[in-house]
């Protein structure tokens, strides 16, 4: 079956039948497509759909459901839920209050501020969250941020009022950002996180906090508030006389201890108790231990004493004057979107598993109203951290009372238990965060990305030795820069493809893709495979202008017939701009020049719309703009010369371009 | 004709025929493509091709053309082109010489830099550059920008000694950075500057510069330093009674001179020398008024002693010290972007006039080496201005020799005609300023803008008032801003359209743009208008998803068939990360569980490779991957079960769904 039989039949059929042509479409007001491009951008999830055609109390109600999501599952809440729940509450409570004090010691806080950062957050976030999944807490990297964003203005040690003042206002900061981002409707900035880049900066603060964690281990007293492995290193090894073998050998048995039953439960997941428990388990070990042998005389470190009672507030103690506002917001903007970024992240991948949505907006008010109302109650940043939302998961939460269940297990632990942490050891609580940290270095999930998309693994590497090598923002900056390259690369340098007809149908595709595709005699067809913009309208008609040479080259070395029509496939080109246009007229005055015909195939709408404004469509010619490629090529072909070897006008306007 | 008829009849005859599947293209070894890739971003215009398959001498020789392009045009040099290029040359100096004087003042140096600066540079440009009717010299903007950047650190009056040596150090910083682009053959940067771009900074300069021609206009001794138009006005105003009306009489005259021969010789192109004498002209009747009348004794201020001689060398003038460094090293790089940019552009609008090619990267080269040398022997920035060389296009200028013409005649001029400066009014230097800069308020272009695309109009009047309400960096910084802004929006926010068959046809097409083409029973057609990437996968997802409900409640209120399939058509879809891999991924999952089947249709090379890796086909099957729209719904139709309202497992996932 030839070409002429069945590829172009329709070209005929379509003179006589009225074939579809490439129309200019309806046109629409300017404010309505404003309005509608504003609504894709900012509303892409439509949130105001179900309120349409309510009554205004139904509507209240939607409202209220909206930003507490509490009201909308409580009342179909049943006993049956509440025993899981209970279980599950109970659960992260256990692994909530010794992280809770090591993260507090990363941050360089007072260890009790974790515990009372894991009472008021979560009873917010179950009112507010919209996952039924996450558990609240605060998290390692946002931690050792706040550490060595506020250590660079403020030492710890030596003014800790201070320090511990700017926390909170740095956690004030980062839920208002929060917060006004989920208002604004912004929350695509998170997006541009990516998953590669998301790999490589955890894997580096992961890195970053174990290195951190030999300070305790080691029983260092000195340590170096750098975060780079360098500075780490040098400051580890320039001491060995000071480091504490006892200190040494109980860490490193109570990290392998929190190994093993990781390892243990990730391999038979109905025991993940195991390792859920493990680390107060560890807690209340290394305590004992400390008691009966009395260690804390033999150079290891202890928690000493925790004040009891429930959070103070803490409104009060926000800094808002000059010298110090800066660095607050500074520290409260980048760990409010580190922190947020994983929080949405953990809510949705448990939420793909139980086949519900979480609406990142809604969620960053949550995150946002949870870290505002724990800034004004003694609590420093928290989100919804990895590890702990998988042990709730496991645990068979149901909603998000396993939240409240662990807030009031920690409030009896504040109200009764404290005193019982003075002799816990420093060195657990090392082993305890080393231990989380090593499951987040996903050298899996890189390996992958090599394997899958180099760029996307030179993203994850670039975040990882950032944040190893250098600092933790760098590591984030390095990161999303190359990824936004990336990115305008898309847009700047597209491909170009030339299309062959594949044999018995009237599909055009990519002549490398599909070997068999074969060109068509005088047309060379090429597909633009991104919009044409300014950042690209230079090289595509320099790219266009070789593709056109090259193929001259080709057709007179192999003695064919001459080029006599250039066909742009547009369907792949997503938009044009004015320098677009332009780019098009140029080229279209080249091919004039060079005696070569410009065809179009299936421009989108915007296209027409804009080449139809700009005039280029009438100076084209509407009958040199197509539907498909298929009825473009039929057309070129209907008209095409007789096959002559060289034109004279060529040769001509040749001589011309040779002229000096 | 039915769609049963016509458009499924190739999934039958293909299951026997052996239609054309979607394969993995073949593989490459990882360098290959790497180089591949790093080649079509570097090296899109493949430089080295005509050095392919040539002896060593030949090359060597090839080298040295590329790199001076005089050599490659010289031998073919004829009498003929000496006559045209004489002509164009003395034109061009007649302009070339008041306008260096104005804008030299317009950069706060004295006078003489700027006919200094048009004999250098010009013949540097004349054996380097590939333009034919680019003529060489200071240009207004980047006159103005150099003041106030340069401006804002050393008082030009105050300190001129130092603040001249810094105008060479900056240009000397421009000249690298330009050649440095050139080599490294980063000019796609120049690209990032759109049309719009320009337009709306050229246009907000101009007016900038005419607004401080009214210092030279009224004759006022004290001015503003800044460029905005609110402190300007405020300086004009606050000093009513220092207005010389002398002087503001004859401004206005000569402005008014100058813009009627603009205007004649714009209706009749065969007069441009009307309007190229025009300026000459003017400082000649300037001068010889000033000169009877000895108007420089009330109030009208003249130029005064010039220099007899040629340029001096300034090569140990620049200042390579620590407290100014930055700002030389700022200047530099922002007035040599945007000279750069004007230079190219003007090039490349010329070189398609007359049929051939710039190459940027070589003109860049070519820039920096004029710049570098101009900044050693006394001459500031030059590019070359769209004023001289549109006069010299006009003259009918062959090569670049008219540059060397211009260089001899500004020569003579150095050499023995300066002390004829010395009763130039400065207020004709205004308003020769002024005539220019008119012209470049391009309200046309903008009006283009406005009706073709609006976002190219935001991002004109961004630059446009950024320049003239702030400050001239400010104005490109909104407008690149808000470029690039477009461009990460494209990627982050892509259309989604859904796609429908086009009666008697095998094709599918945005049903908004079609109103004619018809949805398929019981298939959802969407085509992704963009590449899939971290910045979009999100909202890919909720739009997907969005996609779906909406078109489930369309066919349960209209009582249609319910929806089987989802068919994702991704020709239009030019790259994937792994972001978007498990983006996919989940929304196979979540079709899965609502019981719909996902299919794609005609992913590009690029996006099977991936796929393939990343084993999602494995995952999908290799069956629910088709080459076509037409084939993929032609293999929905045969398996799609009779029309159900509502299948069982569908009652049934949605009650899951509806559980807290």
Redesign the interface.
């Known amino acids: 079956m030839g070409n002429a039989d069945f590829g172009y039949p ?1 070209k005929a059929k379509g003179d006589s ?1 009225g ?2 042509r490439v ?1 200019v ?2 046109k629409q007001p ?1 404010f309505k497509s ?1 309005n509608n491009n504003l609504k ?2 900012f509303f ?3 949130p105001l759909r179900q309120f349409k055609n309510k009554p205004a109390s139904k509507k209240f109600i939607l409202g209220l459901q909206y930003f507490f999501p509490i009201f909308e ?1 409580a009342p ?2 049943t006993f049956q ?1 509440l025993k899981s729940d209970l279980i599950s509450g109970i659960t992260i409570a256990s692994l909530a209050i010794p992280q809770g004090i090591s993260y507090a010691k990363l941050a360089n806080l007072p260890p009790i501020y974790g515990l009372y950062s894991s009472f008021i957050p979560p009873l917010v976030y179950a009112m507010m969250g919209s996952s ?1 999944d996450l558990a609240v807490g605060t998290v390692a990297v946002a931690s050792l941020l706040t550490a060595s964003m506020l250590g660079s203005e403020v030492h710890a040690t030596e003014n800790p009022t201070l320090y511990l003042h700017l926390a909170f206002t740095a956690t004030f900061f980062a839920g208002v950002f929060q917060a006004s981002l989920g208002l604004l409707r912004l929350g ?1 900035i998170v ?7 998301i790999v490589g900066f955890m894997g580096g603060a992961a890195t970053v906090v174990c290195l951190q964690q030999l300070k305790g281990i080691l029983g260092l007293e000195q340590f170096t508030h750098s975060t780079d492995i360098i500075s780490v290193m040098r400051s580890v090894f320039s001491q060995t006389h000071q480091w504490r073998w006892e200190s040494g050998v109980l860490g490193c048995c109570f990290l392998f201890f929190l190994l093993v039953t990781r390892y243990f439960s990730k391999r038979k997941p109905k025991f993940f108790w195991i390792s859920a428990m493990a680390p107060l388990t560890t807690v209340i070990l290394g305590s004992l231990l400390v008691y009966l042998t009395h260690a804390e005389k033999h150079g290891v470190q202890v928690i000493g004493d925790l004040k009891k009672g429930l959070n103070p507030p803490s409104i009060t103690n926000l800094v808002f004057v000059s010298p110090y506002l800066m660095t607050a917001i500074k520290t409260g903007i980048i760990t409010g979107v580190i922190a947020m970024a994983e929080g949405i992240a953990v809510g949705r991948s448990f939420a ?1 598993f139980k ?3 979480i609406d ?1 907006n809604k969620e960053m008010i949550a995150f946002g109203m949870m870290n505002i109302v724990g800034s004004c109650t003694s609590c420093y940043l928290t989100t919804g951290p990895f590890s702990r939302s998988a042990v709730n998961f496991n645990a068979g939460c ?2 998000a009372v396993s939240n409240i269940v662990m807030a009031l297990a920690v409030m009896m632990t504040l109200l009764f238990l404290t005193p019982f942490f003075y002799y816990t050891p420093l060195v657990v609580l090392s082993a305890i965060i080393m231990s989380a940290m090593l499951g987040l270095i996903d050298y899996e999930a890189a390996i ?2 090599f ?6 693994f030179i993203v994850c590497m670039g975040a990882y030795l950032g944040v190893v090598f250098a600092d933790i923002e760098i590591g984030l900056i390095i990161a999303v820069t190359i ?2 390259l ?10 170009t ?1 030339v299309l062959g007809n ?1 044999p ?4 055009y ?2 002549i ?5 595709a074969n060109q068509v005699p005088g047309v060379l067809i090429l597909e633009i ?3 044409i ?7 595509l008609r ?2 266009i ?2 593709w056109i040479d090259e193929e001259e080259d080709r057709l007179k070395s192999s003695g064919e017939c001459s080029l006599q029509y250039v066909l742009l496939d547009m ?2 080109v ?2 044009i ?3 677009g ?2 780019m098009l007229d ?1 080229v279209k ?2 091919l004039d ?1 060079r005696d070569l015909k410009l065809v179009l195939a ?1 421009p ?3 296209v ?1 719309k ?1 080449l139809d ?2 005039k280029f469509i009438e100076n084209l010619g509407q009958e040199w703009i197509h ?2 490629v298929g009825d473009a090529v039929a057309a070129c072909n209907f008209m095409l010369h007789t096959c002559n070897k060289r034109s004279p006008a060529k040769e001509e ?1 040749e001589q ?2 040779n002229i ?1």
């Open positions: 329709s039948n074939v579809q129309e479409p309806p300017f404003l894709e951008t892409p999830d439509d599952w179909r809440y839920f039924k695509f997006d541009f996180l990516s998953h590669a880049t793909m086949n519900y949505n990142g149901k909603t992958h990305l394997k899958v998309d180099k760029f996307d990824s936004l990336r990115l305008l690369l898309f847009v700047a340098r597209p491909r493809v594949i018995n149908s009237k599909i595709r990519n490398e893709h599909y070997p068999n495979d991104a919009p913009y300014f950042a690209n309208s230079s090289y320099e790219r202008i070789r369907s792949t997503g938009n701009d004015t320098s246009i332009s140029e005055k080249i020049r299936n989108v709408a915007e027409v804009k404004k700009a539907l498909t306007s011309w371009n000096v």
